[in-house]
């Protein structure tokens, strides 16, 4: 399921985006939900455009974000990801994250191999 609502941390902040997946006892995936933070976030889908808001945060990419969770990616924290469609901070009105970077594109073939 994919939804729009509101996504408080409590005491400190809110996502842009959040990804929940539940799994059975053979580890197999049962669901995954994916939500939007339209309470306290603002989307686009032309983030490169000259109407994007300096707060505007790129649909595509949230959404390829939160997907990869679906596939068990984890947030990457540390600056060499800062590209990577992983890295855990979304950037208003930019759109790189909505392309696999190289390591999560590594990561998923390591965990589903051909």
Not at 9 to 32: F, H, I, K, M, P
Not at 46 to 54: A, K, M, V
Not at 60 to 86: A, P, R, W
Request: with cysteine; glycine share 8%.
């Amino acid at each position: 399921m994919i939804d729009t609502g509101n996504l408080d941390r409590a005491g400190s902040g809110t996502y842009v985006g959040l990804n929940c997946t539940w799994w059975d006892d053979n580890w197999q995936l049962t669901e995954s939900d994916i939500r939007f933070n339209v309470t306290d976030e603002d989307f686009t889908y032309t983030p490169g455009s000259s109407t994007c808001d300096d707060n505007d945060c790129d649909v595509l990419s949230v959404m390829t974000h939160e997907t990869g969770h679906t596939y068990g990616m984890k947030d990457k924290e540390d600056d060499i990801n800062y590209y990577q469609t992983m890295f855990g901070t979304s950037f208003p009105c930019r759109s790189w994250a909505r392309n696999l970077g190289r390591s999560d594109v590594k990561h998923l073939r390591s965990k589903y191999p051909e």
